[in-house]
């Protein structure tokens, strides 16, 4: 079937460190998001990207970092210098990124919980 | 930036029963999408229903439908017959340019 993987499901980092969240999708859709969840705050963009090797700032970028090497492929770099990544995120993408029949489709999800 | 608006952080409806959820949102664009997905316990996001905004026809899903004021900007989710399993948080969300924009959700609660 067909579907967005993210791995680890859950993941804790001591301050300081770097981790990545892997996103991975099956769908051959071209544009791909992160979004992270706060409680009573919705969802944020981090990150998207439309194409392979393009990607774009969300509102809350900072201290994040991504790659689209590859279509299937968006992982999401949590670095140390973001300032508060417990959160949970969320990876999702569309069948179109632009104005179109979209619609997100997304992944179970990824609690980081920083120690 | 485009906002979308949930005035309703909780809302509680019995079994069986019929629930509306609110939801306003901000755009100066003339093509855009509006949806509805759902959270439950699990936190995977399932679309519930979507709706075009040059259509004026309400879209429905079986027992969800929506009520689509274009003019007032206002696009709620009437969920009809109530079941247990409807019980989660509601996100409504617009897409316009290459964006999603999500309000801050409604947390739903079916009592038996």
């Known amino acids: 079937d067909g579907g967005i993987t993210q791995s680890p499901k859950y993941l804790f980092r001591k301050e300081g460190q770097n981790v990545t969240l892997s996103c991975e999708q099956n769908l051959n859709h071209d544009a791909m998001y992160w979004y992270r969840q706060d409680p009573g705050q919705g969802l944020r963009l981090i990150y998207y990207?439309?194409?392979?090797?393009?990607?774009q700032k969300g509102d809350i970028a900072e201290g994040y970092s991504v790659s689209r090497e590859k279509k299937e492929s968006f992982p999401l770099t949590v670095t140390s210098a973001q300032k508060n990544p417990t959160a949970f995120y969320l990876c999702?993408?569309?069948?179109?990124?632009?104005?179109?029949?979209?619609?997100?489709?997304f992944g179970a999800g990824s609690r980081l919980t920083v120690l | 930036a485009q906002t979308v608006t949930q005035s309703q952080p909780e809302m509680s409806v019995q079994e069986a029963e019929t629930v509306t959820l609110s939801c306003t949102y901000d755009t100066s664009e003339s093509d855009y999408y509006l949806f509805w997905y759902k959270q439950p316990p699990s936190r995977q996001m399932i679309l519930v229903i979507r709706?075009?905004?040059?259509?004026?026809q309400n879209a429905t899903e079986n027992r969800f439908s929506v009520n689509f004021q274009k003019a007032a900007k206002s696009f709620s989710l009437k969920i009809s017959d109530s079941q247990l399993g409807d019980a989660a948080m509601y996100f409504c969300?617009?897409?316009?340019?290459?964006?999603?924009?999500f309000g801050t959700g409604t947390s739903l609660t079916v009592i038996p």
């Open positions: 969300a617009s897409f316009t340019g290459n964006q999603f924009y």
């Open positions: 999702a993408s569309s069948n179109e990124g632009h104005s179109g029949a979209n619609v997100l489709t």
């Open positions: 990207s439309q194409i392979v090797n393009d990607f």
């Open positions: 709706q075009e905004a040059y259509k004026q």
